[in-house]
């Protein structure tokens, strides 16, 4: 249940960023995710859609990339990227890894009309 105070905060960061850049509207919202950032995209559009009612951002849509798990192998010492289904190192197979990245939660950009035209400002992002 913790995607709903999660998406009341990008709700708010959205709106106050999308009126501060004279938006009308709010049709996209970009997140990036690290596989580890515990956030399920579907429950913070179902939450959104609930929360966006009678706001710029009604009717707005999440769009979520998840990023690559990067890890550092203890043995080999590189540096590379694995999957949850694979979690050796790629270059030796080592189960001995740091891990470099996995729990990001940033909002990319938002898409946002203004005064009627389709834009795409950068968001500064929000960890």
Do not use: W
Request: glycine share 10%.
């Amino acid at each position: 249940m913790h995607e709903l105070s999660i998406t009341q905060e990008i709700l708010r960061y959205s709106i106050e960023e999308a009126t501060r850049q004279g938006a009308e509207k709010i049709r996209a919202i970009r997140l990036r995710l690290g596989p580890f950032s515990g956030i399920v995209p579907e429950c913070i559009q179902m939450y959104l859609d609930l929360l966006s009612e009678g706001t710029i951002a009604q009717g707005a849509r999440i769009e979520a990339v998840t990023l690559p798990l990067k890890i550092r192998c203890r043995d080999c010492g590189r540096e590379g990227e694995i999957s949850r289904s694979r979690i050796a190192c790629p270059f030796c197979g080592s189960l001995r890894l740091q891990v470099l990245s996995g729990k990001e939660f940033l909002i990319e950009s938002l898409e946002v009309d203004i005064h009627g035209n389709q834009s795409a400002p950068s968001g500064d992002g929000m960890e």
